[in-house]
């Protein structure tokens, strides 16, 4: 069963202390796309930062997937 994230986000409002000391990272990834779906073909958005030296967004092996992270 999937946790209904919107309960485990105000969960984790009230408990913040439950976060700390985990040392553990998250990471998402996603696709940028077009307004009608389709995959961008267009670079980096300079508005994101250098893909290749920003501390949280990255690209991962295409231009078009975005990779956050955290530490």
Do not use: Y
Not at 30 to 52: F, K, Q
Not at 53 to 61: E, G, I, M, Y
Request: charged share 25%; aromatic share 6%.
């Amino acid at each position: 069963m999937i946790p209904d994230v919107s309960q485990a986000l105000t969960w984790l409002e009230r408990h913040p202390q439950a976060l700390k000391g985990i040392q553990r990272g998250l990471e998402r990834e996603t696709l940028r796309v077009n307004a009608d779906g389709t995959l961008a073909t267009t670079g980096h958005p300079d508005a994101l930062g250098s893909a290749l030296t920003h501390k949280w967004v990255t690209t991962d092996f295409a231009e078009a997937l975005l990779e956050f992270i955290t530490r």
